[in-house]
């Protein structure tokens, strides 16, 4: 199975910082990655699909890159309601495998 | 309106069993492979198992695998869940999610149904 690890665990930033996820799979999944933000009680939301393709309806501060086994998820510039957990997950082969999650806090 | 919703959920006893459905409206259901997450109380999300369009490709979580299964129903636009031999640890909120055309992600979600296993 793939793993899935995201780094950090949590992150207090501020609005307008910049803030930069990182995801690394245990093997090469090529561009198979996704990012979803889910807010308490809310389910998850899909933000960017293979690797670095923005889902529709999401603002362009949200950006990913990265192929084969790293990987990033950047906020340009942070807003109120990105206060959230970000996380992976690979699409490249069953079974599909999330990381483990990271929060953006307020600092 | 794109929508899914998940029933069925509940309290059960360790080592009984549940069958979750996800009703599927707004869009073409057999166009489209479909998933099972979950989250479990204050943890992360787990994906549990999925179907693709035709039901030719599943796959399962190692946790769940040879207890768990998938399937669909496209002329009622459903997918469910048998879950059998429950297990305390599969205690969770189990979201029914849609694959994007191009599997490479998963682009709507349902609200979820909660799956309680107590004695």
């Known amino acids: 199975d793939i793993q899935m690890t995201q780094s950090p665990s949590s992150v207090s930033a501020s609005v307008g910082d910049r803030v930069t996820i990182t995801c690394r799979a245990s093997q090469g999944i090529s561009s198979w990655l996704a990012w979803y933000q889910q807010k308490p009680g809310k389910a998850p939301k899909l933000l960017i699909y293979a690797a670095s393709s923005l889902q529709s309806g999401v603002p362009s501060r949200f950006s990913g890159s990265g192929s084969g086994t790293d990987f990033t998820l950047t906020i340009s510039s942070l807003q109120p309601e990105d206060f959230a957990t970000y996380y992976c997950?690979?699409?490249?082969?069953?079974?599909?495998?999330f990381g483990q999650g990271t929060k953006v806090e307020i600092k | 309106e794109v929508q899914l919703v998940e029933s069925g959920g509940g309290l059960v006893q360790p080592g009984r069993s549940l069958r979750l459905s996800c009703a599927a409206s707004?869009?073409?259901?057999?166009?489209?492979?479909m998933h099972w997450v979950r989250q479990a109380p204050g943890k992360g999300l787990e994906w549990v198992s999925g179907?693709?369009?035709?039901?030719?490709?599943?796959g399962y979580a190692d946790s769940v695998k040879g207890r768990f299964t998938i399937s669909r129903d496209n002329a009622k636009n459903s997918l469910y869940l048998q879950m059998n031999s429950l297990r305390a640890e599969d205690t969770a909120l189990y979201y029914c999610?849609?694959?994007?055309?191009?599997?490479?992600?998963?682009?709507?979600w349902g609200k979820g149904t909660t799956v309680t296993v107590s004695s």
């Open positions: 999610a849609r694959a994007t055309v191009t599997t490479e992600g998963m682009d709507v």
């Open positions: 997950q690979q699409a490249n082969s069953f079974p599909l495998t």
């Open positions: 179907i693709s369009w035709n039901s030719g490709s599943i």
């Open positions: 707004g869009f073409t259901f057999d166009d489209y492979a």
